[in-house]
């Protein structure tokens, strides 16, 4: 019989390539593209990556859902030596394995919640660890597969935001049966679990007004997405907030003894 982990990862992989998860996911996206093109969007993603950076550079990576591997082309450029990236989807795989480097850049299909063989500098993902059992693999993960003074760096949605919990109810089919989007419950484990660890977030204002500023303005470039980006970058800095913006760049660490 199979397992719950199982049972789980057979209904990802079934949503992804026989589903309309991505179809639908790409049509809201576009329609709302200011959302991700706005001022405070690019700030998480150069956040993203300047976290990225340093904790990938001359070492061995995992990505957990590494998706058409682009990310993980990505990770090469920011000189990874090597980057094994796992997904569920095969529809995924086949895109990615067109990026592959022998030696270098490899793609494996497997459920990224599942035990995994190796030890790597940095493991990260983006938008993957609230489709998983994560409080069952993070810590196995530190345990078993980070190397002493290296990193977990994952960006994920936040379900908090008022919006996105809206978003999930409205628009079922752009989401799998049993992907969560992280809590302040979520977060608040993560304190709980690691010695060290940091969150930072972005997107609160910048979600309402940039579907406001999709049907108003040509660019998202314009007086109203750059004022969120002033009051999302202050909020920021404020921690009974965090919880309530759109998504979150987490990042643990592990001690190097």
Known sequence: MASAAAERAARERLSFDEGVVLE?????????????????????????VELLK?????????????????NGERLI??????????????SYLRKARLRAIPGRLEFRVGDAGAPVEGRFGAIVGR???????YRDALPRLVADNL???G???????????FFIRLFTRLVPKAHTPDERSFTA??????????????FYPFN???????????????????????????????LAHRSRSRRSHFRQVIVVRKPSS
């Open 24 to 48: 639908t996911s790409f049509r809201w996206h576009t329609r709302f593209g200011h959302v991700f093109d706005a001022p405070n969007t690019k700030r998480l993603e150069a956040t993203y």
């Open 54 to 70: 340093p904790a990938v550079a001359g070492r061995t990576v995992l990505e957990l859902g590494s998706g058409d591997g682009e």
């Open 77 to 90: 450029g920011y000189g990874a030596r090597h980057v094994l990236g796992i997904d569920v989807a095969e």
């Open 127 to 133: 938008a993957v660890l609230h489709h998983i059992d």
């Open 147 to 149: 190397e002493p003074g």
């Open 151 to 161: 990193a977990l760096i994952f960006l994920e949605p936040l379900a908090d935001n």
């Open 185 to 198: 419950e979520d977060l608040a484990w993560f304190e709980k679990m690691f010695a060290e660890v940091a």
């Open 204 to 234: 609160y204002t910048t979600l309402p007004l940039g579907i406001a500023s999709s049907f108003m303005f040509r660019s998202a470039d314009n007086f109203l997405l750059r004022a969120a980006d002033r009051f999302d970058t202050w």
